[in-house]
C-alpha cells in the first residue's frame, strides 16, 4: 500500500500542512519523524483554522492513526497545550502514539537556545528559540531524557539531577544566567509524563505492523530541505534532516516502504531567519507578495523574507529528496504582477554560471541569480476547478517551472481552502 513522504523544498512554510492535510484524509496512519514544536502547520478545513506545531495533522480525521517518531524533540509542556486546544474544539487524541526514544526538550534548552543566539551578536542564526539544538545537541552528546524516562519518575528524576547539574553549570558560569531549581523542574516534569504515559508506544512497531497490514501512511514532514543540518544553508539551518532520507531514521523504517515522495514549493520563496536568499527582494514587489500571501511565521510571528522562484533551489531539492513530484502553493499569490521572474541558474563571481545549488555560503557569496521573465496575470484564479482553466500565463510559468527543475507538478495551490488545490 502507498508510503507517501511529504518534504518542504524551500526554506520552510511553503504550505505543506495543506498538502499534508490533502493526504492524511487518504491515510491510515501519520507520521512525523524529525524537528519539533519550531514547526508550524496551519490547517484550514471547512473554514476552521488550526496551527499545529507537533501533532501530526492527521488528528483531524478521528480513525486516523497520529505517530510521533523517535526523531523528533517533544516539549511536553507545549505538547500538553495542543492536545487541551484540539481537545476543547472536540477532537479526540486518543488516536496518537509517540515513540519513548523520542527526546524531550527541557527547560534548560530552551534558556540555552536564547543565550547561545545572544552571544552569537550580530551572527545569530535566527533560531526559533524552542530549545531544538541544544536539544539534539544532547541527543548526540548521549546525555539527553527520552520520553521513556519523562514518564518513569525515577528515571526521570535521576536524570533531571545529572544532566541539570552539568547545564546549570553552563548557564551560571558560561553565560551568567539563572540556575534552574531541578526539584522544582523534577515536580513539573513528572506531572508532565503522568498526563503523557498513555501515548507513548514504539512508533517503529506500530508502523512496521501498519505497512504489513496494507495501510496508507503519510510521513509528514516539518521544516524543508534547505533547512537540513547537511544539505541546507549550514549553518542556517536547523538541528534535524528534514529530507526525506530522514523519514526512515526518525521513524525506524527501511527505506524499501516509500513509495511516493512528494515535494511542495511555493510559486515564488520565503525564508525566516537569517542567512543567505539570492531571489530575496527587498522592494515593494517582495513587500506586495508579502502582504498579499500573509507571509508572517506561523510559530513566531515573524514576518518572512519574500522572493521570486529559484529553479536551483527547487533542482536541489528534487536531487536530494527523490522527488516524484511536485505540488507548487501560492500561485495566486502571484497575480497582478506585471512581470514573474524565475531564477534558473547563478552566476558566479568569476563570471561563470552554475545550474547547481553550491554546496557551502562561501561558494554562494557573491552568486548572483539568473532570471528568466514571464507576463503576470490579472486574473482571479481562485475558483478555478482544473489546471486547464487557469489563465494561459499561469499555465505557462508552471510549465516552464517544472521544466527548469526537472520534475512532474502535480498539484497547483490557488488559495488557503483544502478545496483549492489543482490536481493533475
Ligand atoms: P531552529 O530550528 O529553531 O533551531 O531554527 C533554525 C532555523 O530554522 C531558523 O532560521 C528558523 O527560522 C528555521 N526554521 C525552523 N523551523 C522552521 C519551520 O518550520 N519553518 C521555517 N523555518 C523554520
Redesign the pocket.
Known sequence: MPANIVVGTQ???EGKGKIIDIISSRADVVVRSQ?GN???HTVVNNGEVYKLHLIPSGILYKDTLCLIGAGVVLDPKDFIGELDSLESRGISTVNLKIDPRAHVVMPWHITLDGLSETFRGGKD??????G??PTYMDKYERCGIRMYDLVHPDVLAEKIQSTGKLKNKIITEVYNGEAYDLDKVTAEYIEYGKRLAPYVDDVSVLTFDAEKAGKTIMFEG???TL?DIDFGTYP????SHPLSAGVCVGTGVGPKVITNIIGVAKAYTTR????PFPTELDDEIGKKIRETGGEFGT?TGRPRRTGWFDAVIVRHSVRVNGLDSLAINKLDTLANLDTLKICVAYKKPDGTVTENFPPVLEELDGCTPVYEEFEGFTEDISKCTSFDELPENCKKYITRLEELVGCHVSMVGIGPDRSQILER
Open positions: 526554506w520552510g512554510d524537528g519550531n514547526a508550524g542564526i535566527g533560531t526559533t528559540k524552542r531544538i539544538g516539518a521544516q524543508a533547512l542556517y539551518v536547523t538541528s525566516v531567519g537569517k542567512g510559530t
